[in-house]
């Protein structure tokens, strides 16, 4: 037979048999026994306290929750531009916690970061701390064997997969394609929330998850990305979402995956717990000893610290839905699109993917005709930072409706931005504890983004970004969000995006204080510098090839027509930069093509083609 009817014939196979091969009640209860029988329950303090470390940022956020009342909450918020800054503080809240420490990701790989934040975890519940880890199963843990040693690793370490479709840890790629076909809608909602929560009184959200290129730690290629650490009255509000997904049907118990039950039936005693093989353990050692550095963390973390008063967390609901009689479960989701819609002078959005939903356009189209539209500025990625490149063919097709119908001024990042090589290279060179600030606030900053099924997800080397034709680490925009109005503003997993409007969960905070929206907007505007990114506006070219390029954009299929109405331009020398509206942009401004900096490649056809064809995935890209 023929491999492609082999793998056709494997694929309706899949189809019509994965979906109901559950693990038995027999094979769960004997795993369960086998699991109870083999976990260590021993402690390694007996301390009332669990032998939890000095942590100034516990301190902070404890001495908020003590000054709260009902009518005037009190918040200590930290803004987590700072890579190095954002896992240290991790670890100090880690080593710091007396009682429990809840996480929620969508990505956990076993690499430097990952290793290193799941020992760390371990540790916390050999102390006598109770630990659970809720991952999304797609891009978590690929691995049974590893699932299987923290199955029974400690009594205080519980672990779940949230979702996995066909009962196992591991997807392959014949079930992957079943996926897409048997149980699409299922399939694709995915747990974006990102949430690491200590002693229900402080937590860490945003948009890193726990691999290496959210942490600046990959020797190629580097997120910048954000998240915001709060203490105060808001963690009660994380405790109930983390419960509400804990608890859920979705979250599979470890002894309930195919793969793993069998390991632990299979496998004799366990062993000891591995110790982790850093491929950088220079790098490692430097934070561990940073977490505990009094000088560096307040220098790093509790002087950048805001105390506040409202602070609002919000996280759509599992199972989220468009069903009018079940949008409460998309909580998150409309409070983000409430922002938007109440803006009065200026919104700006930070995002990695440009391809707004249809709600978000109909909010957008309806801030443009108003009686003073609002200034909309947005910093997204270029077809040279990004690795979701199906995902940008998509944006680069609407550039027209963006500018014109929206009144968006675009920034898209340029791969070997300054602004974060710089901060890269000072992290790089630095041996031992030392800060880095720029203009006051913190400055060795990363970006970070992840994708859902059909562009890139950080667990899969597969989707590497299209080639370059220059040399050097590259870095790709993956923060997520928002300022209203220099009033208020939200960081969290919210793309802005279809995916992220009706299958994925999100989960982020939304800080009423104009001093943070201030730092935040700083901190996006940063990335629309000429240094780190080109700006999009408007072709100079003749009205008869606008036409033919209006009338090929509206095609779902077939839109071929290479001159689109915008294309990316960089600043002169001498210029001062200005906005796309300014007589004087072109004078000031050169274009440098539609996607400068990418060389010729299967990618860049790739995307050509679906522009011209894939406009019907949008949705769920």
């Known amino acids: 037979m023929h491999p492609r009817w082999i793998a056709l014939a494997s694929l309706l196979a899949a189809i019509l048999v994965l979906p109901g091969c559950a693990v038995s009640p027999s094979h769960v209860r004997r795993a369960d026994?086998?699991?109870?029988?083999?976990?260590?329950?021993?402690?390694?303090?007996?301390?009332?306290?669990?032998?939890?470390?000095?942590?100034?940022?516990?301190?902070?956020a404890r001495e908020a929750m003590a000054d709260s009342t009902d009518a005037q909450p009190v918040h200590v918020v930290t803004l987590l531009n700072d890579s190095e800054a954002a896992m240290v503080a991790r670890l100090n809240l880690i080593r710091g916690a007396q009682r429990s420490i809840d996480v929620q990701t969508y990505i956990w790989d076993q690499d430097d970061a990952g290793q290193l934040v799941l020992d760390e975890l371990f540790k916390a519940a050999k102390r006598g701390v109770k630990v659970r880890i809720l991952a999304d199963q797609l891009f978590s843990f690929n691995d049974a064997a590893l699932l299987k040693r923290l199955a029974d690793a400690h009594a205080n370490l519980q672990v779940r997969l949230y979702n996995p479709t066909f009962h196992e840890a591991q997807t392959s790629a014949v079930e992957f394609g079943a996926s897409i076909v048997c149980c699409f809608h299922h399939f694709n909602q995915r747990m974006h929330n990102k949430l690491l929560l200590v002693d229900d009184m402080i937590g860490i959200t945003g948009g890193r998850n726990y691999q290496d290129r959210y942490f600046d730690w990959d020797d190629d290629f580097d997120y910048v990305d954000r998240d915001v650490m709060v203490g105060g009255p808001a963690a009660r509000a994380m405790a109930t979402s983390f419960d509400t997904f804990w608890n859920h049907k979705r979250a599979t118990p470890l002894t309930h995956l195919r793969d793993v039950n069998h390991d632990i039936l299979a496998a004799a005693r366990p062993g000891s717990w591995p110790q982790p093989h850093y491929t950088h353990p220079q790098r490692v050692a430097r934070v561990l000893d940073e977490a505990e550095?009094?000088?560096?963390?307040?220098?790093?973390?509790?002087?950048?610290?805001?105390?506040t008063g409202r602070v609002d967390y919000f996280s759509d609901l599992p199972a989220k839905t468009?069903?009018?009689?079940?949008?409460?479960?998309?909580?998150?989701?409309?409070?983000?699109?409430?922002?938007?819609?109440?803006?009065?002078?200026?919104?700006?959005?930070?995002?990695?993917?440009?391809?707004?939903?249809?709600r978000a356009q109909a909010i957008f189209a309806g801030l443009r005709q108003g009686a003073s539209p609002p200034r909309i500025i947005v910093s997204t990625n270029s077809l040279a930072s990004t690795d979701a490149f199906a995902v940008y063919a998509i944006s680069y097709k609407h550039r027209k409706h963006y500018l014109k119908e929206y009144g968006f001024e675009i920034y898209e990042m340029k791969p070997h931005a300054a602004g974060p090589a710089d901060d890269n290279a000072e992290a790089a060179a630095d041996e031992g504890p030392?800060?880095?600030?720029?203009?006051?606030?913190?400055?060795?900053?990363?970006?970070?983004?992840?994708?859902?099924?059909?562009?890139?997800?950080g667990g899969a080397r597969r989707n590497r970004p299209a080639p370059l034709t220059t040399p050097g680490r590259r870095f790709g925009l993956h923060a997520k969000s928002i300022v209203v109005d220099d009033d208020f503003a939200m960081v969290g997993s919210h793309n802005f995006d279809p995916r992220s409007d009706h299958y994925n969960t999100e989960?982020?905070?939304?800080?009423?204080?104009?001093?943070?929206?201030?730092?935040?907007?700083?901190?996006?505007?940063?990335?629309?510098?000429?240094?780190?990114?080109?700006?999009?506006?408007?072709?100079?070219?003749?009205?008869?090839?606008?036409?033919?390029?209006?009338?090929?954009?509206?095609?779902?299929?077939?839109?071929?027509?290479?001159?689109?109405?915008?294309?990316?331009?960089?600043?002169?020398?001498?210029?001062?930069?200005?906005?796309?509206?300014?007589?004087?942009?072109?004078?000031?401004?050169?274009?440098?093509?539609?996607?400068?900096?990418?060389?010729?490649?299967?990618?860049?056809?790739?995307?050509?083609?679906i522009t011209a064809f894939g406009s019907g995935v949008k949705g769920i890209l």
Not at 39 to 57: F, K, V
Not at 434 to 457: K, M
Request: proline share 6%.
């Open 33 to 60: 026994a086998v699991v109870a029988a083999d976990t260590q329950h021993e402690l390694d303090c007996d301390r009332a306290d669990h032998c939890a470390i000095d942590s100034p940022l516990l301190d902070a």
């Open 293 to 307: 550095d009094p000088d560096w963390l307040s220098e790093a973390l509790v002087s950048q610290a805001l105390r």
């Open 322 to 358: 468009t069903q009018p009689d079940k949008r409460s479960a998309q909580e998150f989701t409309a409070h983000v699109m409430r922002m938007i819609g109440a803006a009065q002078h200026e919104v700006v959005l930070q995002t990695p993917y440009l391809v707004l939903s249809e």
């Open 434 to 457: 030392s800060i880095a600030t720029h203009d006051g606030t913190q400055a060795r900053r990363r970006i970070g983004t992840e994708r859902g099924l059909l562009g890139s997800h």
């Open 507 to 609: 989960a982020g905070v939304i800080v009423y204080d104009a001093r943070f929206a201030g730092e935040l907007r700083e901190s996006i505007l940063r990335d629309t510098q000429p240094e780190n990114a080109w700006v999009i506006a408007p072709r100079q070219q003749n009205s008869l090839s606008m036409a033919i390029g209006d009338v090929s954009a509206s095609l779902p299929v077939f839109d071929l027509w290479p001159y689109r109405y915008a294309t990316s331009y960089d600043l002169k020398a001498g210029c001062t930069p200005m906005r796309p509206s300014d007589p004087a942009f072109f004078s000031c401004y050169t274009p440098v093509g539609d996607f400068p900096d990418v060389a010729i490649s299967s990618k860049l056809i790739y995307t050509r083609l």
